[in-house]
């Protein structure tokens, strides 16, 4: 999970400011072919660093529908459904979700594909300028979604390890150095180790739990560094208590405020974990975002982003529309830029944008010490 948002006057702002830019996109958009027939020939800096995206459901652009063991995908009606001609993509999404819009933010179309997609088509080169790794139900810990048959953080950066040595093999070890150093790593996980904790009904305490997650947290940041990245873009844990799926379990339909500590507490632990590794780390450049706060922000004041619901699911069935996934038979919901929740997890996509935005371009209260612009920008 990861949706959510900002100041709604810095939100206007950007919108506005996204609307002249679409514009004066429009008007240069002819006199720039002209140009890009020359300057194409001379250079490639134009071209945005590549990116390599790794988490769960909420940065996930299809992997899942790769694995064929799995239950856990969207590859189906009605997910995609505002997306370009209506498609199910495996986006736990009615259309884009927040790794597409943190991309487009950075000049992308959308985000990179798959690991899979691209090694079944052979596009190996292809990787060097970005990869998603994300796996929907995965987590920091192996043994979450493990009977799930999803691709775990390790598993995830395995496959990472194997884009890197490509990259070394073609390019030579110091441009791949260099390709690796200016690369943005941006991971979005967490959220699958906490839900696992209650629905196994630990007994581990709850400080030592969050230990455990850290402890993980930090050996995966570890090793994507070894491999040479340097720049991080780490989204932290929702209130995932607020989800539609958990707030079911409350009589009143409010958020199951246990989970939501946890989900406070990842936070906290997870600021202190990063400024430790940066100060460890040579080179090592982060931004963390609060999605806990952007989101409960969205939540405490639904009307400033024109939301009318901000408990009830889209897409789905029953109490809230949380009962079910969302599906070709679930009741599905007309005005989706309305809702947060797309599914019973899932924010929609315009929720997703708004997240995005906040990442990218927002304040300390909601992303440190540095926003994902800044971070894009070193
Ligand atoms: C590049 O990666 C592919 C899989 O991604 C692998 O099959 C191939 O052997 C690698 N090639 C080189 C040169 O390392
Ligand atoms: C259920 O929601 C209410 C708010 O509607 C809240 O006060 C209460 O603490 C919640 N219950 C649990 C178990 O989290
Ligand atoms: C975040 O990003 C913008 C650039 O998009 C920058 O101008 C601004 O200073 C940053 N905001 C804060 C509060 O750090």
Redesign the pocket.
Known sequence: MSWVVGGAKNVKKIVDHQMSSILLFIFVGTVLTIFQISSAIETSNGAPPPIFIFGDSTADVGTNSFLPMTKIHADFPHNGIDFLNSRPTGRFSNGFNTADFLCKLMGRQRSPQPYLFL?KAGL?KR?FSGVNFASGASGLLDVTGKDLNILSMSDQIKQFE??C??LT??KGPEAAKDILAKSLIAISIGSNDIFGYFETQSTMEPLVFIDSLMTAYEYHINAIYELGARKFGIISVPPIGCCPSQRIHNTTGGCLEIENTFARAFYTSLDALLKKLASKLPGMKYALGNSYEMTINVIDHPQLFNFKSVDTACCGEGFLNAEKICTPQAKLCSDRDSYLFWDLYHPTQYASELAAMTLYNGGPQFVTPINFSQLAAY
């Open positions: 090694l190996t990787m194997t884009v040595s490509n093999l073609v």
